[in-house]
Structures are given as C-alpha cells and as structure tokens.
C-alpha cells in the first residue's frame, strides 16, 4: 500500500470514529429516533393506539421498561425474554401470541432515540399555505428581449441614417437620387426576414420533432392520491423500503398492496401531515385515499381482516422508456451508488410525482460522460491500465465513458 | 483452376457459371421496391410513384406528430411473493419428456412465462455437459403451439365439440368405460404413472397396457431378451470405447438417447498436446448419416446386407457362423479393417445397430461378447428405459380392435393412425372400438378419429417422473400454471377408476412415502434429479442360445440389383411428433442442409442413371427434379436431392413429415408422410424397404435449402482439417503457418495483430470477449442453431423466404464435403461441420462501410449492432467476409406499426408458419432482453451480449470479477459435446485464454486469417483418425497467405 493510500485509509477511519462519536452525543435526539421509529417499529406500533401491538406512549411506566438495560435486550431477542418475564408473557396472551420481530442489529444509542422519540413526539404543525413560499427565481429572457430589441431598433435607425447620409452625398455630388424604396419592399429586408423566419421555423420543427415522445414534466392524476412528500419526505421512509427492486434488478417496482398495508393497517387516517392538494389545486381528503386503498387491499377496517376481494391498483405509468432500451436500476443504484434523485428530481417535495428529466438518450450520454465510476469496486480490478494510471497519476478517476458507457450495446441489444 | 478440396455444393466444385454469379451478388435479387424489377427509373410510373412515396411518408410524419402519448399503466401484484422480482429470470429444474425420451432440464422462468430450456448439468443423463438436442432446445416452443387444444372436446361427426366440465365428460365416459379396455401410450417410464396404471388395471381387470414407439426398437428388445434374458436396452458408453462400429445407428443424432451418446462420443475424441490419443470410428452404412459424417472411415453397404456386414464381422472375429460372401470390395476392406481394430482393443470396442432386425441384433451381441463390450462398454447395471414398446404387442393389438374384441381404447402420446406402417388397419379397427378417448395435446391423425380429446398438461406445466435409466429418477416440477383447460391423463385413469385423487396430490405422496418427507422431496424436486452418484459398469450373462437361428435368418441375402430404400428420421424432427413447430421445420438438415420439406436423397450415380443434369438449375436456382418411385406397390413422386456418400443402389427419405391439419399450421402438409413405406417383417418393423421402379417426371419441385448461401466469395477453405498421423508427425503445422504469415505481412516486428494493418490498433482496457469453437467436438446436430433461435428472437421466415435466400439464423453450421481429386464420392468422402458466426472482428470491414454508424466496435470487442440506427443499405452483409449478416427483409415478427410490412414482393404474403409464430400466444416465448427487430434492419450474432452485461452486473454486485468467467452463451451452453468455449481473453485464468494459448495453441486458427480482420472467434483444425490423405495433400497449405492475395485480386 502506497504512503498516499494509508494515509487517505488512516484519515478515513479516523473521520468514522470521529462521526461515530458525534452520532451518539448528538444524534440521539427525538428527530433522529423518529427515523428508526419509522422503519423499525411502525409497521406494528403507533404511539396511542393499538395496532398489530400495544401503543407505546408512557410505555416506561409499565412492566420491567423503567430498566433500560431490560428494555434493549428485549427489543434485541424477544423470544429469549419472553422466557423470564412475567409481564410480557401476560402481553403476548393478549396479542394473540404474536411475539415482536427482533431487532438485533439496533445499538443501544438507537434505542435511546426511539423512547426519546416515543416520549416527546414532535408536535405536527399544519402549515398555512397549500405550497411553498417560493422563492421567484432570476429569469433573464425579459431583460435580454428588451435589449435585443433595442439594438434592433437602434441598427434600424442607423441603416436609415446611413441611406439618408448616402442620399445627401450623392445629391451633392449631383448623382440623381433613386426613387425611394419603402421598406417593406426593400428586397433586402424581406430577404432578411424570410431568412429569419426559416430558421426559426426549422429550429421549432426539430426542437419539436426532437420533442416526439418525451414527457418531462409528466404528471398524470393516478387512481390514489399518493404524496411523496408525505411518505418520503415529512416520514422520512426509505425509497428502498417500497422501492425492493432498485437494488436487485432492471425495475425499482412500484410496491405491491400488501407492502402498503404494512404500515397502513395502523395508520388509517391522515390528520397530522399538511394539506393536501392536486395539481389543479383542488384539496385532497388524505384519509379518504386511504379508504381507497382498503378497498384496493380488500382490508376490512371494522373486522381488522381481509376480506380476500382485492383487486391491483392500475397506477398510471410515469417514466417510459422504449422497448429498445435496456436499463437497469440496480446497475446504478447499487453499483453507481447514485442518489434516487438524480434521475427523479427532489421526489420527498413532490406530492404527486411527475417526470422530472427527460429520459432522453442525450441526457443518458451526458450523464455517463460525467459520472465517474466506483473504482474500489472489485470487479473493476480487470481494468488493470486504469489502475495504472491512476498510480501514475496520468489519470485521477475513471468516467463510464472511458469503460465503454457510450457504447450502443450497454443499452440496446 | 485448381480444384477445391472443400465444398460446400457442385457449383463449386464445378466452379459454373450459375456459382460465379451467385458469389458476385451477395443478395439474389433486387431491392423489392417495384414490382417489374426494371429498377426505379424504367419503371412505368417512377414519377408519380415517387409521389405516392413522398405523399405517404408526410401523411405518416403528420399522423405521428398529431398522435399523443399513450397512457400506460403499471400494475403491480396485489401481494407480491417474497421469492420474486419482476423482471428477474428464475430457474426451476424439470424434466424434458417425449415419447420415453427424458432429458433432465433447468428451465430459465421469466415472469412466469418458461422462455428457454438447458440440460441439467448435474445430470449424468446429460453428461454433466448440460447440453441438449435441437428438439429439447425447440420443445419450450411447444407449449405455446397454437394447434394444441385448449378444452376437452367431444367428436361429434368429425367436429370437435367443446365439453365445457370435466364432470361432464367424466360422468359420459363412467357410463361408456368397460370390457375389454386398453391403454395404447408411448413409453411409460415414470413410476408413479406406472402404479397409477397398474391401479387402473386392477379396476379393469379384463384390460391392458401396450406401449407403442412411433420409432420401434422393438429388435433390439427382442435380442437382447434372446441373448441376455432381459426385455432391455443397456446403457452405452462411448467414451470407454477405442474403437466405435457404428452399423447402420445414428446414433450421435438420433438413435436412443443420441445427446448422452454425443458426449461420451466427444470426450473419446478430444484431443490435445498431453495426450495426443482419441478413439476410431467406422461406420457402415447406406446413406449418409450425422453419425458416418462424423466417422473416421466410412463404408457403404445397402440396408439388405446389414445382416451379412454383422456376420462377417462376427465370423473374422472369430464366432461360429458361416458368413455369406460380399462382394464389394471396398466393403470387406472395411470389415477387416473394423475386425482388426477390435482385435487389438479387446475390452474397449463398442458396436452398436440401428437395425430393428432381431436377428442382426443377436449377431451384434455375439460380436460385443467376442468383443470384450460386455461389463466394459456396455452395462447392464442401470439399463435404458426410454424404448420399451414391442412391435408384436401393437400388431396383437391392431388385430384384436379389428375383430372387435376390443371395446374401450384409451391413447396418450400415440399417433398411430400416423406413424403406424399400417396405419389403415389401425383405423380400420379403431372405428369398431366403442369407447376411444385419446390424451394427445391436439387434434392430430388419431385423436381426431375418437370420441374423446382430453388434452394432458404439456410437460412444463407438469408436476411428474421418468426413470430415463434404471435408478436414475428426473423430476418434473411446473414452470407455469396450465395455460388451457387441460388435465393429467393420469387424473383421469384414477378418476375413471373410482379414485379422485388429482395426480399432483397422487404424485406428491408416491414421492413422500418413497423419499420419507416433504422435505426430501422437496429437496429432490430442486435438484430435479436423483441419480447414482457415478456409473457402474456391469456385465450381464451372456447365452449364445439364439444365434445359430439367429445368424441363418440375418445371413439370407434379400434383393438383387434393386434400388433399396431407407426410411430415416431428421435430427431436426425425429418421429414428426414435434413437426408443428416452426424453429425445428426451418433448422437446416445437417447433412441436406435444407429446410421444410422431405425429400428423396439418392447418390450422384443413381442421378446420372436418371438423367438428371446437376447444373445450375439443379444446385444454384433449387428447381429438383421430381421423381416417381413405386415402393411396396405404393407410387410415390418425390423431389430428389443428390447427396455424395450415398450408397449408389439406395435412397433415403425421412419420416416425420405430411401431418394432417390438425397437428398445425407449421406442420400442415409440410413433405410427405414416409411411414406407410415401413415394412411389417415378422412382426417387426423395419425402417427399409425396395423401390421396384422409378422414373424422372418431367416437373420440378422447389426445396429451400441453404447450401448455396452465404458463400466465402470463393475464398480458400475456411476449414482445417489433419488425419492423427500427420498431425502427430507434424504437430507445429499452423503454428507455422501462422509464423510465415506474420513474417509476411509484418516483415520487421512479425507482429501480425499489430504491425500488418493500416488501420489504428484498439486496446481493450476491461474484458475482451472470445470464442473457441473445436471442430473435432462439432457434431453439426444443430442444437447450438435452435438454442440461438431461441435466446434471440431469431425470427422464422417461412419456406418461400427461406428459397429466397432470407433465412435468419444467426448461427449457421456449415457443411463442407472433403473428397479427393477425381473421387467425390461413395465412401472417399470427408463430411466436416464448421458453426459459422458473427466472428466479431477487431477489425472489421462492415464497421468500415456503414454510413450511419449503426455497426460499431465495443471496448470490449464486440461487433455491435445498433438496430434503430440502421437504415438498411445492406452494405455490412457485403462487406462481411463470413457472410454472417442478416437482413430483415420483410416484418417477420410483426414488430413494425405498419401492418402492409408483412407483405414482400414477389411472394406476396409470408408463409402461415410465420403469422403462427407471430399470434399472441406464441409470442410468449420471446426473450424480454432481446429486442424483436423490425423490417428494414439488419442483424446477427451479438455473442449473447445480454447474459454478459448480466453476468458483469452480477460480478459488480458481488465485487467479484472471476464471475464473469461463468457466462456462457446460449449455443456454448446447448453444446453436449463441449465444442464451444467462451470467455474473457484478457483474463490468464480463463477456459478461452487456456485453450487458445496453452492447451490447444496448435490447434487454433482463425478463418480467413490472412485477410486481417482480426476475428474474435476461433477454430480448432478437425482430426480425424484415418490413413487416408485427409487436408490439403500436395502441401500446399504454406502459401495460404499468396492464394488468399490471388482468390482477392
């Protein structure tokens, strides 16, 4: 290992430790305990109600849990508590002896959070205004017309001064002056303007051709309304949760029903998260869309069961690509690392997701000519000139252009 | 002009005139653009044409520009199972199974739709090759036939009648069962089917069970009971053998279970520098098989002396018969030559008869008892199990439903109203049954004459065994829900005798109570197979009882002077029960090299004695003459196609062919339907027959066949091929040839790669994609065709395409013809195979010509192809010197949005075969990662570049690059003889790497090297084992390099 790399190792594991101890003193807060809250417990737990399990606010009051040390081995191997604790065995009766789902990769700094989380929710506020305020951003088009027009005048005004001029010359040197030409059948002129026509016809015929076919900004109105924002963004849940196949093969997957009703078989009302509204901005009943979906997943509210009569929900398809194009999400998901939105744009302040690039194969190639690859990946060890150029610093990183990601048959065979 | 060694057809050998223009154009015809073929400028109206053209390209830009997007939709499951990801592949093990043929498989799923089927590596059956046949690889097209039933029907008046209930058709049926009732199937050998017949029988004890195979190995049977007490078939094995008489068997191709015999046969002639040894083949035979064209030495016989050839064998090896005398004799060089050689390999020679002749048989055992076969090369510990049926049974049978005794007749899998010699007889008896249900999965010859059709579950939709070979169990799991109304024939048998078990419960507790768990059971499902762990080799007692008998009945001598007949089966088709399928009716002959018909193949002399001129007209324009045979009184107009290596007195026409419409569009009136011609003798169905006259009639008949396309432009052979003893004495030989070519084109560095080019060098910084192909494994079976077909939406175009020279095959495999100056034929005749492909030139010239850059290079040096960049000029074909590129020109697979694409000129509308292949239900066989080209383009091999950037995704994942030495592409994997190997060059640890540059450095070459394109792929010169000259004689081979210059300029 050369001197640069263990130095750049030193300092990395350095920063981890470091980062490591600051997540522990700070991090441990109620925001953070809520994030874990969510992907851990919510599927069985609210904090006042009862779901799958017991509701968990004020939950230190009862049985062994005002002794934190039972609590994490509790959460971290259940079945082997059950064992010696009278309290919980008396639970387990109650709920049908479902026993929780261990959890034994949380640390005990995890776990802090989530009961700092459990005993001081943050309070829901309900913003006043349906959107944002925005911030107007700079649009120079106005200023740059306004200019260009100017000049086109004042150009104008000087090819009029110039013929005039011409005109006094020559009748001073007595030359017999032309008839004059009004403008408009000055054959210049109209050459100029037919001219000018041409190309900006021929530039929106082939910005328009071009056009054929790409939806950027799609959004169409899906069969429920279901905000981004609210799940993704306000509840922090991860992409991947709904999202399984983006690491595991070509489709990310738009989530199956029951993986909705893991959460939503608790969570059967919308009342705390803001309002909602469609792009027509007209309000949206959260809770209603979520009737919706029970009666998509056949789920019986009253009875708590299903009744066996549901149906698929036929979501409007949003990103197309053609049927000549391979692509794959876990080639960049996983072996890029790239970020979700990259290609999808800020989706945790989207409430109904519309389509945020263009899906071209111009914004592909670009993209590939840019990114640069991760290089530590073993597999990549067959590039052995690469490497060789980095360690000669001729190079200092590796684009997908230079491992053949312009190439025609990466995407289409 | 000197003459080829290597040819492909007569015109080059001959060199016409016809072939010279043939090399000229690579396309035979004209831009289909109008009709009169005058070309556009003399045509009547180009003008107002040209409007037409202009008019409707603006009409069709407008309609696109004013059309919105269509709204999609995107439905995920209600409930997702756990173990799935849409859009990944899932692969379930499972057992091929067809008329007693069992092949244990690994069928590829992909959202619940089966696309592509491979042998189980694990298999012993398979060789652990995981290869497979052109019909296994084929059989997955099978399940989505359009002419399969899709209801249980009742025949009413001839018409197939829906019956929309089981029940119902259950409840007509207990009203009529009864009396005498059989069960008329093809080989059963799964056992639980066997105990659900045996409980069936125990209801109906008045009753039967005959097994009947449309191809009888009834003989064989019979010896064997004869010499070793036993009603069975012993497994070979090939591989143990140094010395391989072949006798009329063809059996790397069709006989018995050919792809296991294919890899033992390869692994007994692989060849390399540690060891320098491979086994002997001679074959004697009367036509040219797959199997003599694979022979070291070949001899000729007529069908009627097979008895005789046997004997002679038999009686020089030793044995205590007379042998008639022969008289050809080239033919008794041969027997001494083959007695010789199993003389000095006592214990490890093997002779094997494809006779269905009990008598030739007996003598066969005799000559491997004499042999040493017995216990060493042929085993009795695990005997075969796929042919089981007895010709006498069925005869009995036809007998008894004439006179009437029998009432009820139940068939699964049988179709003897079609490949029943007396097929007549069969319908005759069939109309006096009272009660006939058949199971078969259509409407075909015989289903259509009973009462009932309850269609069975093809076999990917079933949960099933088969015990291809004693103790060796193959498992049947489902790949897809049932996609009709169909159910287990065996449902039906229990049903019908007062069990209403389901079979799949009835299967799954056979197993559990055998294994002692669902979970071993499960656990044997997952394998697919339970076999022993290595074979056992063991004889069994041997009794000379019958051969006295024996040898008198097989030493007469039957027919003169008379043309005799031998009725074969295709590898592409076997029996014909697979006919209805398009994959298999296009896949050229191995040896004919044509497709969608059956014809007469008969010798060069027997085409002289016609009159029949082999011109042009013959080879080049594929008009053959018809001729008229009167076989067994039966008369008989046949095209003929002359092949060398045919016996001159013999004629060969292959069955399997003229199916009724009701097997399927595809197969419908397809050739004609041979097995009326086989002859009933003693009881015994023999596959030989006398034709006692014939005549040339004056019209001609079309065959498409592929042997005159795609020619080298009259380049030098692109095979290599050396006899042991020279290539022994002379190892170093295109190791030097190589050596002077570089020195020739790259005079100071002899760097040929580099330094012999004009053109830039390309690194190939990752992997570099590579490609070994051995042409002494290459069997030319056709299997690696199919399973391209298969994996790459390879589309079918029809006969009348196919005569036009429009086949799409992305791998052909090319049939060269060795022979020796004046003697082009009989038994001096060399048969090599090359499998020819897209070569993936590192530099090649198609990239070089396109004008739109759609044909470009990888850095992973793949030729690729773009298709939505192509504008089809057609320039690459041309420029291509393998002539390995394809070209869409019609909408073969219905992609395009243009519904007239599908018209061509000149034959108007595509054959039927292609809109089957085109119907919603068939199109589920499609492979989702491989775009379905439209018209227009042009196409070829890609090297499977979808199963690499899976393969790469994987070792990416896994951070792991030695993954990527797992990839295969889909012909390597069909390949039972191991003949392909493919991998990443770049990489030292590599199989390809190792053949190339260790291994088999003296081996490999490339085609056409000296034309430095660069090729990806390479070949491994053929051995063959003979003392005759074999290759280039006169040592010419140095000058390769010049003659290639000469052949260019």
Not at chain 1, 203 to 218: E, K, M, P, S
Not at chain 1, 368 to 393: A, G, L, M, P
Not at chain 2, 351 to 357: A, K, Q
Not at chain 2, 762 to 775: Q, V
Request: aromatic share 10%.
């Amino acid at each position: 290992m050369s001197y640069r790399s263990t130095v750049k190792a030193i300092l990395f594991r350095l920063s981890i430790v470091v980062f490591s101890c600051f997540f522990v003193v700070a991090v441990a807060s109620a925001q953070e305990g809520r994030a874990i809250f969510n992907q851990k417990c919510a599927t069985c737990h609210a904090l006042d109600k009862k779901v799958v399990g017991p509701p968990l606010s004020g939950f230190e009051s009862k049985g062994p849990w005002s002794d934190r040390q039972k609590l994490y081995e509790w959460v971290r191997n259940p079945f082997a508590f059950r064992e010696k604790d009278a309290y919980v065995q008396n639970l387990i009766k109650e709920y049908n002896g479902v026993v929780m789902t261990g959890n034994a990769d949380l640390t005990d700094a995890q776990i802090d959070a989530i009961v700092d989380y459990i005993n001081n929710p943050p309070v829901a506020k309900k913003p006043d205004t349906p959107g944002e305020q925005k911030v107007p951003e700079s649009d120079n088009t106005l200023l740059f017309g306004l200019l260009t027009l100017i000049l086109a005048v004042i150009a104008l005004t000087l090819l009029q001064v110039n013929s005039n001029l011409r005109k006094m010359s020559d009748d001073k040197e007595g030359i017999p002056a032309q008839e004059p030409v009004p403008f408009y059948r000055n054959k210049m002129y109209i050459a100029l303007t037919i001219i000018a026509l041409f190309v900006l016809g021929g530039y929106l015929t082939i910005q328009g051709a071009v056009g054929l076919g790409r939806q950027t900004n799609y959004e169409p109105e899906q069969p429920i309304y279901y905000s981004h924002k609210v799940h993704a963004g306000i509840n922090q849940i991860s992409c991947l949760y709904c999202h399984t196949g983006a690491q595991q093969g070509k489709q990310a997957l738009i989530p199956s029903v029951n993986v909705c009703m893991n959460c939503h078989m608790a969570v059967n009302e919308y009342t705390k998260g803001p309002d909602l509204y469609k792009a027509d901005g007209s309000q949206v009943n959260g809770t209603a869309e979520i009737k919706k979906l029970y009666e998509y997943a056949g789920w019986d509210e009253a009875t708590q069961s299903y009744t066996g009569k549901g149906k698929p929900i036929e979501w409007v398809r949003i990103h197309n690509l053609p049927d000549h194009v391979y692509f794959n999400h876990s080639q960049h998901v996983v072996v890029g690392e790239q970020q979700c939105q990259t290609c999808h744009g800020n989706i945790t302040e989207m409430d109904e997701v519309k389509q945020f690039s263009d899906l071209s194969m111009g914004w592909c190639i670009n993209c590939h000519r840019t990114t640069k690859v991760q290089f530590d990946n073993k597999f990549y060890s067959i590039y052995e000139k690469f490497h060789e150029d980095i360690r000669n610093k001729k190079i200092d990183s590796v684009t997908v252009e230079m491992i053949g990601g312009l190439e025609c048959q990466k995407c289409h065979y | 002009m000197e003459q080829k060694k290597y040819w492909q057809n007569l015109g080059e050998l001959n060199n016409t005139e016809g072939y010279q223009k043939l090399l000229n154009d690579e396309f035979q015809e004209d831009l289909p653009l109008v009709e009169d073929r005058k070309g556009l400028l003399d045509a009547k109206a180009p003008r107002r044409d040209f409007l037409k053209y202009v008019g409707f390209s603006t009409a069709a830009a407008a309609i696109a520009a004013g059309c919105e997007m269509p709204v999609r939709k995107s439905i995920p499951y209600l409930n997702k199972p756990e173990s799935l990801t849409p859009g990944e592949a899932q692969y379930y093990a499972t057992t091929y199974t067809a008329e007693g043929e069992v092949v244990p498989l690994v069928a590829k799923v992909r959202d619940g739709r089966p696309i592509k089927v491979d042998g189980n590596p694990d298999s012993l059956l398979t060789g652990n090759s995981g290869g497979s046949s052109a019909r296994v690889q084929a059989s997955v097209l099978d399940l989505y036939d359009t002419a399969r039933l899709r209801y249980p029907v009742e025949m009413v008046n001839g018409e197939p009648k829906e019956v929309p209930l089981f029940d119902a058709i259950d409840k007509k049926i207990a009203g009529e069962i009864g009396g005498n009732v059989v069960l008329l199937t093809s080989t059963v050998n799964s056992p639980s089917t066997k105990q659900v017949i045996s409980e069936f029988f125990a209801k109906f004890p008045a009753g039967r069970h005959v097994q009947y195979d449309a191809i009888s190995y009834s003989g064989i049977l019979e010896a064997n009971q004869a010499s070793y007490g036993k009603r069975a078939i012993p497994s070979y094995h090939f591989d143990k053998a140094k010395v391989i008489i072949g006798l009329d068997a063809d059996f790397l191709g069709t006989w018995l279970s050919s792809e296991e015999f294919a890899t033992q046969y390869a692994a007994g002639r692989k060849i390399d520098d540690a060891n320098l040894q491979m086994s002997k083949h001679i074959q004697f035979e009367g036509i040219l098989s797959l199997t003599g064209a694979n022979a070291d030495d070949r001899f000729l016989h007529k069908p009627s002396e097979s008895g005789a050839v046997a004997l002679n064998i038999l009686a020089k090896l030793g044995g205590n018969v007379s042998a008639p005398a022969l008289q050809d004799e080239k033919l008794k060089k041969g027997i001494d030559m083959a007695v010789s050689f199993i003389n000095s390999n006592k214990g490890a020679s093997l002779v094997v008869s494809g006779s269905n002749d009990p008598a030739v048989q007996v003598v066969v055992n005799a000559i491997n008892e004499l042999a040493g076969s017995n216990g060493t090369t042929i085993s009795w510990s695990n005997p075969a199990q796929t042919k089981l049926g007895v010709d006498s049974e069925m005869a009995q049978l036809v007998a008894d439903m004439k006179s009437g005794s029998v009432q009820t007749l139940l068939i699964q899998e049988a179709n003897p109203a079609y490949n029943y010699p007396d097929a007549e007889g069969f319908k005759e008896g069939l109309a006096k049954v009272k009660l006939s249900v058949s199971f078969n999965d259509r409407a075909d010859e015989t289903s259509a004459l009973c009462n009932y059709i309850i269609p069975h579950h093809h076999y990917l939709e079933s949960w099933g065994d088969a015990e291809g070979r004693t103790a060796f169990i193959s498992f049947q799991q489902p790949t897809i829900s049932p996609l009709f109304k169909t159910r287990y024939f065996q449902t039906s048998l229990l049903k019908w005798s007062g069990n209403n078990t389901d079979y799949e419960d009835y299967f799954r507790n056979y197993w559990i109570t055998k294994l002692g768990s669902e979970s071993a059971l499960d656990q044997a499902l997952q394998n697919g197979i339970m076999e022993p762990a290595a074979e056992t080799i063991t004889a069994a007692p041997y009794s000379d009882a019958g051969l006295a008998e024996a040898a008198s009945k097989a030493g007469a001598l039957k027919g003169g002077e008379g043309l005799e007949v031998v009725l074969y089966q295709k590898v592409s088709l076997g029996s014909g029960a697979a006919a209805n399928n398009p994959w298999l009716q296009e896949m050229p002959d191995p040896i004919s090299r044509a497709t969608w018909d059956n014809y007469a193949m008969i010798s060069y002399d027997l085409a002289k004695e016609l009159n029949i001129k082999l011109d042009d007209h013959y080879e080049v324009e594929v008009h053959k003459p018809v001729v008229e045979f009167t076989i067994d009184g039966k008369v008989v107009e046949l095209p003929i196609l002359a092949i060398p290596g045919m016996h001159p007195r013999v004629i060969a026409i292959a069955v399997g062919y003229g199916r009724s419409e009701g097997a399927g569009i595809a197969a419908n009136a397809v050739g004609y339907n041979a097995y009326p011609l086989v002859k009933i003798e003693g009881g015994n169905r023999k596959y030989v027959n006398e034709a006692s006259a014939y005549k040339k009639l004056s019209g001609t008949y079309d065959i498409a066949y592929t042997q005159t396309h795609n020619q080298y432009e009259g380049r030098k052979e692109v095979v290599k091929e050396y006899s042991l003893a020279d290539y022994k004495k002379n190892p170093d030989h295109i190791v030097h040839e190589r050596e002077h070519l570089a020195k020739d084109f790259a005079p100071k560095t002899h760097n040929f790669r580099d330094d012999a080019t004009l053109y830039p060098v390309y690194e190939f910084p990752g992997a570099h994609w590579g490609m070994s192909i051995d042409l002494n494994a290459c069997m030319g079976c056709g299997a690696c065709t199919i399973a391209c077909t298969a994996e790459n939406n390879v589309s079918v175009v029809g006969k009348s395409e196919v005569l036009r020279a429009h086949e799409m095959h992305w791998l052909r495999i090319d049939r060269y013809y060795a022979s020796y100056r004046d003697n082009t034929e009989g038994d001096n005749l060399n048969v090599v195979f090359m499998p020819m492909l897209c070569q993936h030139c590192d530099n090649a010239p198609c990239e070089n010509v396109c004008p739109v850059s759609a044909t470009n290079h990888s850095t992973e040096g793949l030729n690729q192809m773009a298709y939505n960049r192509c504008i089809g000029t057609r320039y690459c074909a041309n420029n291509c010197p393998y002539k390995v590129r394809r070209f869409n020109w019609a909408d073969y697979t219905g992609a395009d949005s243009f519904g007239d694409n599908q018209k061509t000129t000149g034959v108007g509308k595509l054959d039927p075969a292609v809109f089957q292949m085109n119907e919603d239900l068939t199109r589920m066989v499609l492979n989702p990662d491989v775009t379905v080209r439209s018209r227009g383009v042009i196409e070829k091999c890609s090297f499977c570049v979808q199963r690499l950037q899976d393969a790469k995704l994987k070792a990416k994942k896994e951070n792991d690059p030695s993954l990527i030495r797992d990839v295969k592409t889909a012909c390597m994997q069909a390949c039972s003889t191991n003949a392909i190997v493919f991998g990443n060059v770049n990489d030292k640890e590599s199989r390809i790497y190792k053949v190339r540059n260790e291994e088999q450095k003296r081996r490999t070459y490339y085609a056409l090297e000296m034309i430095h394109v660069l090729p990806n792929v390479s070949y491994l010169a053929k051995i063959r084992n003979t003392d005759r000259p074999v290759g280039v004689v006169n040592g010419s081979h140095a000058n390769e390099a010049a003659a290639a210059e000469n052949a260019h300029g």
